[in-house]
Each structure stands twice: as structure tokens, then as C-alpha cells.
């Protein structure tokens, strides 16, 4: 497979087989283009994050906006249609919840590999730019999402037969995830469909498989950690407004889509670097060639 440089303008010691977009503003990037290590993978999306923090923040607050808004909708359509019963409404709550989480990661990740790209080829773009460029590629960004959903299902339905071996299932997906953690970035930067991005991110991180799913499990780890609050502050305002129904839902649900909507954007930007980095190491994409001189 012929290596490519990244669309937004990155160079490096492959062919590009796009035309890069002239960019509104040359800067450098946030993030220098090299071989990073696992704590640098770790760190990073965080400094990046802090370079857009006005393009993140809107589109991660319009998400959780949109999210509750649509989960809160749903839930009291069916709750109505259902005469308030409590297993209608919960049942409401919880189906509309997995799909606006669904529809914000897919629409999260593009956005955020699309901005984390352009960074690295000194364009910054803004809230529009990242939805136009991560619409440019949504039939295969959808496919992806709907085969990352499934893998991840399928993965725990299998290791949650038996308890303990739940454990051993995280494993068994942190490395099914890590051969496929670059899948979005090399779909929008080498304009790819999804069964060629699929197997391009399976070649570049060959040789990273192992420390990549140790910082999927980490990252989970951190996650984790940022639930707690999220989780836990519904539960401390109810002994205040009591345990009602409608605002205690809005909180929970709140409390969730925050965790989902912050732990996305620090994903898709570590899927980012990675891409870049795995291109250092096996293409030499931080490599300069000089402009022959006529």
C-alpha cells in the first residue's frame, strides 16, 4: 500500500495522493510531528485540547446540550405513552441514552481527528471547519463506528459468560481496539474508505499493538476516575430537591453524556497522535526532504 502524507498539508517521506487545502493560517503545530512515547500519548491530547479549548468547548457543549435535550424528549414521549409507569420511563431513559451517546461519539471523533490533523499541518480550524471535514467522510466514519460498536459488544458479551474471565475480556478488547486506533485518522487524512482505513490502521500499528492497548486501558482508568464526580453529584443534590422523577433523570443523564462528551475528545485526539506517531516510525513522516533546486 502506497503510504500518504496526511491531507491537511503534514510532509513527510511518503507521496501524497491528496491536495492539501490551503491553509487560513500557517502555524506550528501544537504537537511536534515525531515518535511519541506512551507518556507523551498520555499527555498530549490534553495539550492539544488546551490549543482549541474554544472549538472543543462548543462542540462538546452543544453535544451534551443537544444530548440531554433529545434523551429528556424521548423519555417523557414514552413515559407518556407508557401512563408514567416507572419501567417505561426508566426503559425511555436508558435506550434513548446508548443512542444520543452513540450519535455523539461518531459526531465527537470526527470532529476531533479532523481538527488534530489540521493542527499537525498548521491550519486551525474552527467549529465549522471540523464538521465540514469530518462530513466529507461520514459513510465511512458511520461504518467504522458501527463495527466498533459491535466488536465492543461482541467482545464483552463473551467474556461476561463467566465473571472472572470479565477481566480478561477488557484485555482481549484493548487489543482488538488498539489494532484498529487509528482507523479515524486515516480515513479523513488519506481519504479512505472504511475496509482500507481498517486495514492500514492494523499495518501501522504493528510493532505498538501492546503499549497501545495499555493506554486504552489507562485512559479507561482515567475515565473511570472523572465518572465519579459526574456520577455522584445527582446523588448530592437529591438530598436537597429530594429523589424527584424528571430532575433527578436530568441530572443522571447530565452526569453521563459530560463523562462521554470529555472521555471522546481525549480519545479521538490520542487516535490522532497516534496515526502520526506510527507514521514517524514506519514511514518517516517527520522526515524533511529538501526541494530540489532548479
Not at 504537537?31 to 499527555?43: G, K, M, N, S, Y
Not at 424528549?73 to 409507569?85: A, E, K, N, Q
Not at 482515567?222 to 429530594?242: C, K, N, Q, R
Not at 453524556?257 to 506517531?277: H, K, W
Amino acid at each position: 500500500m502506497r503510504p500518504a502524507t496526511v491531507a491537511v498539508g503534514a510532509v513527510g517521506a511518503g507521496s501524497d495522493p491528496t491536495t492539501a487545502p490551503a491553509p487560513v493560517s500557517s502555524v506550528p503545530p501544537t504537537v511536534p510531528v515525531r515518535p511519541l512515547r506512551f507518556r507523551e500519548l498520555l499527555d498530549e491530547p490534553f495539550a492539544l485540547i488546551q490549543a482549541h479549548l474554544r472549538v472543543f468547548a462548543v462542540l462538546g457543549g452543544a453535544a451534551l446540550v443537544s444530548g440531554v435535550l433529545i434523551v429528556l424528549g424521548v423519555t417523557g414521549l414514552i413515559s407518556h405513552l407508557t401512563d408514567g409507569s416507572d419501567a417505561g420511563t426508566a426503559w425511555g431513559a436508558i435506550l434513548a441514552t446508548a443512542a444520543c451517546m452513540w450519535l455523539m461519539r461518531l459526531g465527537l471523533r470526527g470532529a476531533t481527528v479532523a481538527v488534530v490533523l489540521a493542527d499537525f499541518g498548521g491550519v486551525r480550524y474552527g467549529v465549522r471547519g471540523a464538521l465540514q471535514a469530518a462530513a466529507r467522510h461520514a459513510t465511512p466514519l458511520v461504518l467504522a463506528q458501527i463495527m466498533f460498536s459491535l466488536t465492543g459488544i461482541g467482545v464483552l458479551l463473551v467474556g461476561s459468560i463467566l465473571i472472572i474471565t470479565y477481566p480478561l475480556a477488557l484485555i482481549w478488547l484493548a487489543h482488538v481496539r488498539a489494532r484498529r486506533f487509528v482507523t479515524e485518522p486515516v480515513i479523513i487524512a488519506e481519504n479512505a474508505s472504511w475496509r482500507l482505513g481498517a486495514a492500514r490502521s492494523k499495518e501501522l500499528m504493528h510493532g505498538a499493538v501492546g503499549s497501545t492497548a495499555g493506554l486504552w486501558l489507562t485512559q479507561r482508568c482515567f475515565f473511570a476516575v472523572l465518572a465519579v464526580p459526574a456520577f455522584g453529584i445527582p446523588f448530592f443534590l437529591s438530598d436537597f430537591s429530594g429523589t424527584h422523577r424528571w430532575a433527578f433523570i436530568a441530572l443522571l443523564v447530565s452526569g453521563f453524556l459530560l463523562v462521554v462528551t470529555v472521555a471522546e475528545i481525549v480519545e479521538a485526539a490520542s487516535r490522532a497522535l497516534a496515526y502520526t506517531s506510527r507514521r514517524c516510525v514506519r514511514e518517516g513522516l517527520d522526515i524533511r526532504i529538501p526541494e530540489a533546486r532548479r
